[in-house]
């Protein structure tokens, strides 16, 4: 059959249902698509269907074996891929300069009984077309051949930039890893990789005609290196051929990798690499430190030559139109502090150090444009003149993007703390480390790129959304994954599908399918969102037998399935509806399933009884009023595990034990963290709250109620050069009646670690601390 018999064969008849509201729910793909239609039947796919390259274009065939080798490796389905057809029921990809969608990501695809057919007019939507396949191909756990429905399917994105930023300083990951990221980018349509590759605390890219990046810059001394699973040195650099490996691993596929070089600040490891860069002349070492740094570039001719010829290199490895300058972060005081600096301001005529830092991006968006290319830059680059063409990444909330576009400039929407992966999923107690406050599931799928106050004309700068992961606390892929994961699938439906289109129970219940994709890929992803919380009556469990006990998830969505026993729960476990009343003690247990059986979540468990009630994890307790800083951090900086983490508030000490119930109550007893205060906080460091200590290394106080309450313990801490980093405090609490609530300061002096509360138990006279 030719190919114009055989793409007539596969049209699809005009009274296809026009969308899929009219039908059954959507298949489970992610993104969801512009438009689904249906009709009656399906086509079988087996071993035996042929995917034909009807174009018998190179990049077409590349797409068709790239289709072969997910559905061989997910679903072990090894489809053939041939050049012609013997026979029309066959998987036909076509590129089509006449093809119905004119978008060059767009495509259709159509399903009938007779064979499947997706034409595009380019080479980007026949891929993303096949994308969309290769779920219709995997819609199960089942392995083997595969009945997809009939269907037509017209589709394309919404948004030009659909991004995922990933920072490989402050953790690096390997280029293995890395192309996984990229990967699952791919299946969800995603098709910009904004790579972050300088920083204080490392510069990760090789620039051959600056060796000493690569020397010093790359590397940093750990904080205790060589003990508490700290390496000796940390760090390394991507070379320029591994470099080249990803950029044409990502345009394979129809990703564009756009690099980040920070400036003029987060220098120092620049600085440190060649001191001439900087502006007191000093080399500092690369930071081990978190946070904002004071290091800046210097503004001189000597500088400016050292970042063009940085550039160049840089825009020989990544022919991306853009190029990413930072622009964020920028504290101006070593340019306020210096004469030099100064007098280059005003011979200028530039008014102050904003002025000077639009100066600086300027100069750097006029080398880009003579060479062909485009700078971006975080939303700090509007504080002073900036580049008429420049694009600015909007991640200070959504108002940069505002004011960028009123001034005629293009925007990416990545506000913080919306679409910061880094961001905890949750709140449980055993979420892994990332900062507060929580950006969830819902969150993300809520998030709008277009600001409600654009009207048509500016909304059509808005070129789309990215997600940033920074990783200060993801030093491994296990890491990156937890936190990346679905929360990318929520991303993939704001980049791609139509506004009006977007549901949030559907895509629940599309979510299912798509978890176990990623079982089957071995992505580490988080099942957060659905993860079971198991909580009663805390006051009325102390004090009486029985209690309410309630279960729910954080999505609202899923079938809860328990156990009272603490045998792990199964789809024939009882199914959890209303409160339960229950009698302690007891082991509860609870997973999470779809409607179907299919898991949505791994068991959580709780044990209930008066020790367990009257043990509380740091990570559930609350600061103390006053200030909302919190984060969630590992034992170390570098070390690899995924636990345990503390929560700790790097400006004030303080945490809240809930109101408990004190008749009886004769002991606290404190399993106490010491971590290292790692954090550059710039101006902000005078934010951070000193107070008097009676021990020559600070204590533990414990107030009755409120914060300035009477002190009912003073328990003083270690000798930290002598002491393990974990330690445990016990002490008497005088008789009290009734219910109360408890403050724990740590008065530790505050240019000496951080100490955080692993676990606070409260004991009768007669008992002993339990292991945890």
Known sequence: MNLVRLVAHLGFCAAVAPAFAMAAPPPPLIPLPAQIGYADGAFHVDTHTPVVVADHNASTRRTADYLVGLTGNERGLHLQVKEHAASPKSIVLLRDPQAAVADPEGYTLDVTPQGIRISARDDAGLFYGTMTLAQLLTPDENHGAVSVPAMHIVDRPRFVWRGLMLDSVRHMQSVAEIETVLDQMARHKLNTFHWHLADDQGWRIEIKRYPELMRIGAWRTPINAGHDGQPLRYGGFYTQDQIRQIVAYAAARYITVVPEIDMPGHAQAAVASYPYLGVTGQRPAVSEDWGVHPYLYNVDDATFAFIDRVFDEVMALFPSRYIHVGGDEAVKDQWKASPTVQAKMHALG???????????????????????????????????????????????????????????????????????????????ADENAGRMPVSDLANVYAFEPVPKVLDATQAAHVLGAQANLWTEHMPTIAHVEHAIFPRLDALSEVDWSPAGARDWRGFLARLPVQFARYRKQQIGYADSAFAADITVDRMAALTRIASSLTITNQAGSGDLHYTLDGSVPTVTSPLYRTPLTVKLPLTVRVASFSRSGMPLASSRQRVLDRASLLSVSGNDMPNCPGSDFRLRVQPMPDVTSLSPNYSINVFDSCQLYPATPMDGIARIHV??????????????????????????????????????????????????????????????LPAAHGSHALCLIYTAPIDGDLYALDRVSLLGEEKTPSVH
């Open 350 to 428: 530039l008014k102050n150090e904003d002025a000077l830092q639009g100066w600086f991006i300027s100069r750097l968006g006029s080398y880009l444009s003579a060479h062909g290319r485009r700078l971006i830059g975080w939303d700090e680059i509007l504080e002073g003149a900036v580049p008429a063409n420049a694009t600015v990444m909007s991640w200070r909330g959504v108002q940069g993007a505002i004011d960028a576009v009123k001034q005629g400039h293009d925007v990416v929407l990545s506000p913080s703390p919306d679409l910061y992966l880094d961001q905890l999923q949750s709140a449980r």
């Open 671 to 732: 399993d106490g963290v010491q971590l290292p205060r790692n954090y550059q906080l710039a101006h902000d460091a005078k934010l951070v709250v000193s107070r008097p200590h009676s021990t020559p290394f600070g204590e533990l106080v414990v107030h009755q109620d409120r914060c300035d309450g009477a002190v009912l313990a003073t328990l003083p801490l270690p000798d930290p050069a002598r002491s393990t980093r974990r330690f445990a405090l016990d002490g008497a």
